[in-house]
Nanobody, 113 residues
């Protein structure tokens, strides 16, 4: 199992970023996928999840209405569109297969003016 996140960077408050996670080594379309984040000095937290067919999504209260998780099973990729970013969104963002233990290397998102 391999997960490779990309798309992070430095953005001003109110800005937007789109994260991508390219997956390989397993049957992507059969598994629900998740995005987590970990801010400095804090525990890793679940941000969003999406069902195997993309039909169901769930979000942490802190990001609901601002973030959108989606997936393209033909490309073995899961996305996280992040809008109206706030400084509190600053963290390393990771994707993870819901029922598998493997983590990607993460991508840094920094929201600062």
């Amino acid at each position: 199992v391999q997960l490779v996140e990309s798309g992070g960077g430095l953005v001003q408050p109110g800005g937007a970023l789109r994260l991508s996670c390219a997956a390989s080594g397993f049957t992507f379309r059969a598994y629900a996928m998740t995005w987590y984040r970990q801010a400095p000095g804090k525990e890793r937290e679940l941000v969003a999840s999406i069902g195997s067919d993309g039909g169901s999504t769930n979000y942490a209260l802190s990001v609901e209405g601002r973030f959108t998780i989606s997936r393209d099973n033909a490309k073995n990729t899961v996305y996280l569109q992040m809008n109206s970013l706030k400084p509190d969104d600053t963290a390393v963002y990771y994707c993870k297969v819901l029922r598998l233990p493997t983590w990607g290397q993460g991508t840094q998102v920094t929201v600062s003016s």
